[in-house]
């Protein structure tokens, strides 16, 4: 072992912070590349599903707010852009291979946004597990993205907050708002749950990653987390939990659930969820036409300030 | 529900607000559109501070109109001819030149109409333009950055922006129609219309764009409700929820 592994070994050994200037191994570094750029991706694929109500949002308040989350999502997956830059990638790079199918997004966006009921189910389960999992990382060994962790988790925290006050304004409205916000839990619930990723015993790059203190939680404990945290929170709106196998149990200290459906997570994770198409056409699009504006923008800096685009 | 504005000052004010909610509404639009995320960013931005003063502005409309509704009915419950935007702000998004152009025509013109506002008899309506003063100088800085690179970038950048000022041209010779209560409510509307063509026309010039000569146009005055087509569309997507469900509270 040379000094160099010796010295990122006691890094992570004593529970301190790897820098960008610090030596890592290589393998450390593309994992967190993948697992970093996966975030900021799913952040901006994830201000589609939103948008989808953004023009439609019923209230003067609740498109103010709306636009706000959805603006926030850009700023997170600006920041952690930047946390990836920091490891050798450039946002360029990350965009191709979000185009290639190289990189991935969280496949909760997959799914359609369907009534305004979803835009309460997205910011209380969607956002709501994203901070489970990002609360943990919030103790990863990269310095940047633990940072950047907590800056985000503030508001992420606000995104959940005024996604359950939609579901409750929802599950306590008339009945056909009620059937909405039923109907959003039943189909945003398992898909939340997914969020987390395989079972641990399933999870290809968890054990290398948690021995580096890249993640600091299994997959199955970030999930019970977030279904002990929710269920009574459902159980408040009135609404009923898509599974029947819910309940609590006193041995465990936890609430059961069902099996999920992994051939659908799979399958989503593969390409073929709902909107896996619609989602990167749409985010190709978004640049391809505007090529001719940062075309400008460049060929206007080289005119004005000598500088080289 | 009667919706119909009464008192001559907020008939003045509502032609305000609504222009800022329907450009705010049209900003949304662009929202994961942009050409790269700082700009997306930096277009809801604009769009938020929009959708805010507009808010704030319909606030104070219905304080003057005794409360008989509220800024959400305004917004979800008028129709097209109850709608008093100048026409030049529900112009769609062909491209992100009109999306600047539109942008900038639009921040000279509340900018000086905000100053004078600074002159205002209510002090609610003094205290807004105070705080949307500030926001319109971003926003100016923001499209008139964009005008120069756009209109200095390329070949192609320069054509598009070109093509959006020619188009957006049409709609501004309504603005200054100024009738009564116009002239009542600005301190001097003559100086609007010259403090526009001056900055209009420097710009331009600074940003190898020409200011093509405009026919009058045979188009009705948005002081009277009358709108391009546009506005039908959005006005029905916006408002699709509160319509749908009449009864529901959000
Ligand atoms: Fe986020
Ligand atoms: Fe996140
Ligand atoms: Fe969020």
């Known amino acids: 072992m040379d000094k160099f592994e010796k010295a990122f070994n006691d890094i992570i050994e004593k529970d301190l912070k790897v820098e960008p200037r610090d030596w890592m191994p290589e393998k450390y570094r593309k994992t967190l590349i993948r697992q970093v750029s996966q975030h900021a991706h799913s952040e901006i694929i994830g201000m589609q599903p939103e948008g989808n ?46 185009h290639s199918g190289e990189a991935k997004y969280s496949s909760i966006f997959n799914y359609p946004t369907l009534t305004w009921a979803d835009m309460g189910a997205v910011g209380w389960l969607v956002d709501g597990s994203a901070i489970v999992n990002q609360v943990s990382l919030q103790r990863t060994s990269y310095g940047p993205y633990a940072r950047g962790m907590v800056r985000i988790c503030k508001e992420e925290s606000f995104h959940q907050r005024q996604g359950y006050e939609i579901m409750v304004k929802m599950a306590f409205g008339t009945p056909e708002q009620k059937e909405m916000a039923q109907d959003a839990l039943n189909r945003f619930w398992e898909p939340s749950l997914m969020m987390f990723g395989p079972h641990d015993a399933d999870s290809a790059h968890s054990s290398q990653s948690m021995a580096w203190k890249i993640k600091r939680e299994s ?65 190709k699009k978004a640049l391809s036409d505007n090529t001719w504006v940062r075309e400008a923008a460049a060929a206007y800096a080289v005119k004005t300030e000598n500088v080289v685009a | 529900m009667d919706l119909t504005i009464k008192n001559n000052e ?47 502005m319909y606030k104070i409309i219905c304080d003057i109109e005794g ?51 600074l002159n205002s008899e209510n002090s609610e309506v003094v205290g807004l333009a105070q705080k949307v003063l500030k926001e319109v100088r971003y926003s100016y800085i923001h499209s008139k950055d964009w005008m120069e690179r756009l209109g200095l970038g390329t070949e192609e950048s320069n054509a598009r922006v070109q093509s959006a000022v020619d188009h957006q041209l049409k709609y501004i010779e309504e603005i200054f ?67 749908a469900y009449p009864d529901a509270k959000w």
């Open chain 1, 219 to 283: 997959n199955d404990h970030l999930r019970q987390r977030f279904i002990d945290r929710t269920v009574p929170q459902a159980e408040y709106l009135g609404l009923t939990i898509p599974d029947p196998n819910i309940k609590w149990n006193e041995e465990t200290g936890h609430y059961d659930h069902s099996p999920f459906n992994w051939d659908e997570f799979w399958n989503v994770v593969n390409g073929n969820g709902p909107c896996n198409q619609e989602r990167l056409d749409h985010h």
């Open chain 2, 177 to 243: 129609a100024f009738d009564e209560l116009d002239k009542t409510y600005l301190a001097d509307s003559d100086q609007l219309r010259s403090v526009w063509e001056n900055d209009v026309n420097a710009t331009l010039a600074a940003c190898n764009l020409e200011r093509k000569e405009i026919m009058p146009l045979t188009m009705r005055d948005f002081r009277d409700g009358f709108h391009s087509e546009h506005i039908g569309h959005l006005l029905s997507i916006m408002q699709y929820l509160p319509r």
């Open chain 1, 53 to 98: 109500w953004l023009l439609r949002a019923p209230s003067l308040r609740s498109k103010q707010v709306l636009l706000a989350k959805i603006q926030d999502e850009a700023g997170h997956g600006l920041y952690l852009y930047s946390v990836a830059e920091t490891l050798g990638i450039s946002r360029q790079e990350m965009n191709a291979q979000l």
């Open chain 2, 67 to 117: 409360n008989n509704f509220t800024p959400d009915d305004l917004v979800f419950r008028r129709n097209e001819r109850e709608y008093f935007n100048i026409k030049l702000v529900e112009q769609p998004n062909e491209d992100f030149a009109w999306v600047i152009v539109r942008q900038f025509l639009h921040d000279i013109y509340v900018q000086e109409v905000y100053t004078q506002l």
């Open chain 2, 10 to 56: 907020a008939k003045f004010l509502v032609r305000l607000a609504d222009t800022s909610l329907i450009l705010g509404q049209r900003l949304a639009e662009m929202c994961s559109n942009g050409p790269f995320l700082e700009e997306d960013i930096a277009l809801s931005n604009i769009s938020l501070d929009l959708f805010g003063r507009a808010e704030e």
